[in-house]
């Protein structure tokens, strides 16, 4: 799954490349949506929810040049006179993407696996082996993100509300809660990993463990906002001044397994996570010293 940092990436560069501009063309690639049309509206703006992208698009002013979509998908939009207002909402999942080209450019991905094309005058864009892709009423939106809690990432970010949630199972394993996006939006597997360790729990351990629950979103969301920008993704190092001593880039513990703790030089450790119905195990990194109650 990707990173919540990896979703708000992606949504400013769709913004900055379809916000604003006329769709010249769209070409969904699903069953559900090959029938539809938008050539003609005019993408509002882009904007990532948790893991979620939403692309807002608004009708033609002009009378006569209208979306041809299934009564029950975007057929629901219309607002009378008003202009409609349709979302584009997609979700990458484990491999999907959405890339910019410029207009006719190659792609760099195979063209089967392309669920979404939409064309401007400046830019065509193509969303890759999506995971969700569904066209739906602005005005539904809560019906696909409306379960989220606060997003990390968001302009609606509620630590006290995330803690809350998070509360209130204090049994549920730390790792498996900071993925549960109906708790908080955003975290994946790599800030958990990493959240953990600089809280000094296991992700296995119970939430009740967690000495600093507050300590530990605050922290996750600085590592969360210093990558938003260009270059690769770290956790320590020289973009994060509080932290002394450690002047390289990368992780603390993700991906390390057998190599030393940088805290104690404890060799790392890899084990397994998962919700208790055995579904979505994901692999977690740990160091048995510093974060007490590991095993194996």
Known sequence: MPEGDSVWRAAAELHKALGGQTLVSSDFRVPRFATLNLAGWTVSEVVPRGKHLLMRLLEPAAIGSVATAPADDAGSAATGPSRRALTIHSHLKMEGSWQVYSPGGRWRKPGHTARCVLRTATADVVGFSLGILEV??????SRVVGHLGPDLLGPDWDAEEAVRRLRAAPDAPIGVALLDQRNLAG?????????????GVHPAAPVSAVKDLPAMLAEAKVMLEANLGPGPRITRGTAFPGVRGIPRSGYWVYGREHQPCLRCRTPIRRGVLGPASGMEDRTIYFCPECQPGSSG
């Open 187 to 199: 975290l994946g597997n790599i800030y958990r990993c990493e959240a953990c360790f600089l809280a």
């Open 136 to 141: 739906i009423p602005t005005t539904d939106e």
